[in-house]
Nanobody, 118 residues
Framework: QVQLVESGGGLVQAGGSLRLSCTAS???????MGWFRQAPGKEREFVAA???????IYADSVKGRFTISRENAKNTVYLQMNSLKPEDTAVFYC?????????????WGQGTQVTVSS
């Protein structure tokens, strides 16, 4: 089993930036990793994903503002979030899967809170 641990959440003002990190307990070889988020009263939604080889996809709501990256040697994925909006406020979850992380993640982290004030 792969354990995922997120860090980097916090409180920022609108327009500010945060970088989230997610470290896996095992090698990330051939595993795809990504980020989801869930706001109060809303369903969990896809944010961004990155394949083992570095291919990236983003939700339309974060394109141009968020950047996902990974350091395979550190078993770590990052989410650089710029130009944050109050609508981005949510618990952000790291996810991983060997086939399709966007639709059917096998592994989930516990989440880290991101709060954007206006």
């Amino acid at each position: 089993q792969v354990q995922l641990v997120e860090s980097g959440g916090g409180l920022v003002q609108a327009g500010g930036s945060l970088r989230l990190s997610c470290t896996a307990s095992a090698s990330t070889y051939n595993i795809h990793m990504g980020w989801f988020r869930q706001a109060p009263g809303k369903e969990r939604e896809f944010v961004a994903a990155i394949s083992w080889s570095g291919g990236r996809i983003y939700a339309d709501s974060v394109k141009g503002r968020f950047t996902i990256s990974r350091e395979n040697a550190k078993n770590t994925v990052y989410l650089q979030m710029n130009s944050l909006k109050p609508e981005d406020t949510a618990v952000f979850y790291c996810a991983a899967d060997y086939v399709n992380v966007r639709t059917t993640p096998r592994y989930w982290g516990q989440g880290t809170q991101v709060t954007v004030s206006s």
